[in-house]
């Protein structure tokens, strides 16, 4: 059981490149988060999939862009990097409504150069 | 803006000595969890109370919520240098669909 899975684990872009980072979870969980980290803070939502086929818009959206391909993946793509997004990326999975806990990937550390 | 802001955002104490970190929160919510994160590793759910209940236990960890300061607290007793690490709460709010927001995390060393 991997639980949430996030490919690639590290990633150094040049501003203005693009990039797709990839989640999957295998809990047959309804709903998936994305989380940006950055030092010394804590996580703030980028956006958020209530179900397949809904994502709706977190916190911190702009510059992002997502895909809830099916129930198990839920991507994040950057379409032209900026040095700003030079961050610490998680993908999260609930069961609906966040009723339960959420279970987290071990992040992607990317950084925009 | 954070819905939840833990306080203290650092803590520094002696194995064996308790440790306790506090969140506020600005609106009603469905439920309030802790998380811990290990230094670059992801979030690792420890304890979930409900908007209905007041305290909860589980292991070290006592949990305790008031809704009415829109505030909630985290005991650790008998701390390990294990217990190293941030501690994060999040709060999911009635209005916001499923959608789980995160304090900025309090800092806790354990030292042996």
């Known amino acids: 059981n991997a639980g949430v899975t996030q490919t690639p684990k590290f990633q150094v872009l040049k501003t203005g490149q693009s990039m797709t980072l990839q989640c999957a979870q295998d809990?047959?969980?309804?709903?998936m988060y994305w989380y940006r980290q950055d030092p010394g803070m804590g996580l703030r939502l980028i956006y958020y999939s209530a179900s397949e086929g809904t994502t709706d818009k977190g916190e911190v959206p702009n510059g992002y862009n997502v895909s809830r391909l099916n129930k198990r993946e839920f991507s994040l793509r950057l379409e032209s990097a900026a040095p700003s997004q030079t961050s610490v990326y998680f993908c999260?999975?609930?069961?609906?409504?966040?009723?339960?806990?959420?279970?987290f990937g071990q992040g992607t550390r990317l950084t925009v150069v | 803006s954070q819905q939840g802001e833990e306080d203290p955002q650092a803590l520094s104490i002696q194995e064996g000595e308790n440790a306790t970190m506090n969140c506020s929160y600005k609106t009603s919510i469905n439920n309030l969890q802790w998380y811990r994160q290990n230094s670059g590793r992801g979030l690792v759910h420890l304890i979930l109370?409900?908007?209905?209940?007041r305290e909860k236990h589980s292991g070290r960890l006592r949990v305790t919520l008031d809704t009415s300061k829109k505030s909630s607290s985290l005991l650790i007793t008998a701390s390990r240098a294990a217990d190293t690490a941030s501690y994060f709460c999040a709060t999911l709010v009635e209005t916001s669909g499923s959608r789980l927001t995160f304090g900025e995390g309090t800092q806790l060393t354990v030292n042996p």
């Open positions: 809990m047959n969980h309804n709903s």
């Open positions: 109370i409900r908007s209905n209940e």
């Open positions: 999260a999975s609930s069961r609906p409504r966040g009723v339960t806990e959420a279970f």
